[in-house]
């Protein structure tokens, strides 16, 4: 099957489990995103959602959080792990864009990304959910679900949003993004995961997922035995 049919057909797929798709950091507008996506660095939206109802409480918006002391920061965004890096790098970045942008999240990826803490995927999700802007954010997730299905040789982040984009139409991509990731929420995380029943990989997956697979419940059997 050609890679394109493929891809046409997990979209199919994709639209049919999640044809609504929410958001799932919670936020108000361009900057409290920003500031969650950050936060969603190596921790869960789960925990992200905990944390930001105290740092909106603190400050919602950059004048007032660029006022506010990096410590005092750190002390309510500590769950989030990585608190130092995270901390420094909210309070610095609402200072930039009071000082450059005034007060504004900028509508721009290469202005984004030159906020310190904030990298291309932090960039596009902004881009994509704040603005509407045509983004791909590839996270690790979905890259590893792009590998799984064939889409994407899996080399790294930056050739699998190159793969995604080429084989989806332009005006999908925030809602495929989206729809990726509640589907491997769902149907194909990391670990326990079985191809002959995901809904794409059973039909799509490449073949070493199954091999894997075979191999660990033949170990598992023995280790029984």
């Not at 929410?22 to 920003?34: E, G, K, M, S, V």
């Not at 202005?111 to 690790?140: I, N, W």
Request: some cysteine.
């Amino acid at each position: 099957m050609r890679k394109q049919d493929r891809a046409d057909a997990i979209a199919g797929i994709l639209e049919g489990l999640f044809p609504e798709v929410p958001i799932p950091l919670q936020h108000d507008d361009a900057y409290t995103l920003l500031v969650a996506v950050l936060l969603s660095a190596q921790c869960t939206d789960e925990r992200v959602n905990q944390v930001t109802p105290h740092l909106w409480t603190l400050a919602r918006d950059p004048e007032t959080m660029a006022s506010q002391s990096v410590e005092t920061i750190l002390e309510i965004i500590r769950p989030c792990g990585l608190g130092p890096a995270k901390s420094k790098a909210i309070h610095e970045l609402s200072v930039i864009l009071c000082d450059r942008y005034d007060g504004k999240v900028p509508q721009d990826m290469e202005a984004l990304e030159s906020l310190p803490g904030v990298g291309h995927k932090t960039a596009s999700v902004v881009m994509s959910q704040a603005f509407g802007v045509p983004a791909f954010p590839v996270d690790t997730h979905i890259h590893r679900l792009a590998w799984r299905w064939k889409l994407s040789s899996g080399k790294n982040v930056v050739q699998t949003e190159k793969d995604l984009k080429a084989v989806f139409p332009r005006e999908s991509w925030n809602k495929l993004h989206l729809q990726i990731i509640f589907f491997g929420r769902k149907y194909c995380p990391a670990r326990g995961h079985d191809p002959y029943v995901c809904p794409i990989c059973s039909q799509y997956g490449r073949r070493e997922l199954f091999l894997e697979f075979d191999r660990q419940q033949k170990k598992k059997g023995h280790q029984k035995g």
